[in-house]
């Protein structure tokens, strides 16, 4: 299959900004003559990380916490962004040590994601984190996380808890299941 010409930018505008967000329109003019005005968020560069922890027990460590989006707590797998000159492998044995309190020794890069690629540039890279030991460092989340130990062998189960919703958690929980098949 012939790949296709990317379409030109032609221009683009800031349409509205805040502390965490900042709207951009986006004026292209497709191969065939065609223009169009789309709307993104202006990337800003920064990737994130999303671990998929598993006890030498065979429990998938995850963490209950706060979404302002639904309003809720949910059920999800230790993430966060990865801070200026860190690498993907280093901000996810960060993330780990502040949101559960254990490193890896054995983190297994599985797939890097794209949440809405219309939409959204940045990228979050999910790995499954074996070997784990204590190690704790001071997070930034403005409450403690609960710490969920659930049996790796019920991992079906998770996949239909009412909390358990994230699309990320949801594709990292099945990655990592395809991941550990093959070991």
């Not at 999303?50 to 639904?70: H, K, N, S």
């Not at 460092?137 to 130990?149: A, Q």
Request: with cysteine; hydrophobic share 40%.
């Amino acid at each position: 299959m012939a790949k296709k010409q990317l379409p030109t930018i032609l221009d683009k505008r800031i349409e509205a900004q805040s502390k965490l967000f900042c709207i951009e329109s986006v004026d292209l003019c497709f191969s065939n003559g065609v223009e169009r005005t789309y709307e993104r968020m202006k990337p800003s560069g920064r990737h994130a990380v999303m671990m998929v922890p598993i006890t030498e027990q065979g429990d998938l460590l995850l963490v209950r916490e706060y979404a302002v989006g639904t309003e809720s707590y949910e059920l999800g797998f230790p993430k966060g962004l990865i801070d200026q000159g860190e690498s993907p492998l280093e901000a996810a044995n960060r993330e780990l040590k502040e949101e559960i309190g254990f490193g890896s020794e054995k983190l297994t890069p599985l797939k890097e994601l794209v949440l809405a690629p219309s939409y959204f540039s940045s990228k979050m890279t999910l790995f499954v984190a074996q070997g784990l030991y204590p190690e704790r460092l001071e997070g930034d989340e403005p409450e403690p996380l609960d710490i969920v130990r659930w049996p790796l062998a019920q991992a079906s189960e998770l996949l239909h808890h009412l909390d358990f919703s994230e699309a990320r958690s949801i594709s990292a929980l099945l990655l990592a299941q395809q991941f550990l098949s093959k070991e």
